[in-house]
């Protein structure tokens, strides 16, 4: 007998430059992206998010974007979200095994 849950997608992926959550029912992907902009002489470091939902033609993405200081700011952001338990989870397992 084949374990299901084995064979699910992860709701966390981590990326080179950030990593993506999708929610527990599929229809909503925000992927966080460091990004780094330089002012004159002076580098800034920040996240930016772009968010996706999910509709019969595919993915659409959503206009606006969020930006957070660290990965761990917009952990903190989503962590109570219900809509986003599953990706939590892989995200605390993630954190576990690295």
């Given at each position: ?9 992860p ?6 430059n ?43 993405e ?16 989503i ?11 892989d ?8």
């Amino acid at each position: 007998m084949i374990n299901i849950e084995e064979h699910r997608v992860p709701k966390f992926t981590e990326h080179p430059n950030g990593f993506e959550v999708v929610s527990n029912d599929g229809s909503i992907k925000i992927v966080l992206q460091h990004t780094t902009v330089m002012n004159g002489s002076m580098e800034s470091d920040f996240y930016s998010t772009k968010t996706w939902i999910k509709e019969e033609s595919g993915w659409i993405e959503v206009n606006g974007t969020q930006t957070y200081p660290t990965k761990e700011a917009f952990i903190e952001v989503i962590r109570d979200n219900e809509d986003f338990t599953q990706a939590m989870r892989d995200y605390e397992e993630y954190k576990f095994n690295i």
